[in-house]
């Protein structure tokens, strides 16, 4: 009894110690914020459950991400199964190519420039435009593009983090970049 009460007092230390960082961590994967507390919370409730498995290797904190970056995994893994599931076929990239699979002239890829000269990320309106769309791409083709651009992680991991086949990954990637190129085109440049 003594021994489980230790070990409480040490986890609630723990919440106070690491409960932002944890967030900004969860904010950061995903860009939600009721989410991440969510996925926080979850973090301590796992931690709570199996604090005898914690065999203090390892930090605190980095025992409690490495809970919190499973959670993670497994909420994008479990969108894009569901989503994936369900999912229509996506006609609207007939808008971009005529019949035999060739670019549209009209939809074909742009060089894009800034008319200040300045790099295009360094414009915080930009970054508003670019932050709307990709909040505008299906959850699956998000995940897919986030983990590969932002995370640069291998396609191989992404596959096996979200449970998702190589080919199927790729279509998600084909199919976000062309939709947040359409979408930046549509609310940037014109």
């Known amino acids: 009894m003594m021994e489980k009460h230790l070990k409480n007092n040490e986890l609630a230390g723990w919440v106070g110690l690491y409960t932002k960082d944890l967030y900004r961590w969860a904010l950061y994967k995903t860009a939600d914020k009721m989410l991440s507390e969510d996925l926080v919370q979850d973090t301590f409730l796992v931690a709570s459950e199996s604090m005898d498995k914690f065999d203090r290797k390892s930090q605190p904190k980095t025992w409690l991400m490495g809970i919190l970056k499973n959670k993670i995994a497994n909420y994008y893994k479990n969108i894009v199964q569901k989503t994936t599931q369900n999912a229509p076929p996506i006609e609207e990239f007939s808008l971009f190519f ?93």
Do not use: M
Request: hydrophobic content about 40%; overall charge negative; glycine content about 4%.
């Open 98 to 190: 005529d019949p035999v699979e060739h670019w549209q002239s009209v939809k074909s890829p742009q060089v894009w420039a800034s008319d200040t000269g300045e790099h295009l990320l360094d414009n915080p309106v930009f970054n508003q435009v670019l932050s709307a769309c990709l909040q505008n791409l299906s959850l699956q083709a998000g995940a897919c593009l986030k983990l590969k651009f932002l995370e640069e992680k291998k396609a191989t991991d992404i596959c096996q983090e979200l449970g998702i086949s190589l080919t199927n990954y790729w279509q998600h990637i084909h199919r976000a970049k062309v939709q947040l190129r359409d979408c930046i085109e549509k609310n940037w440049f014109r």
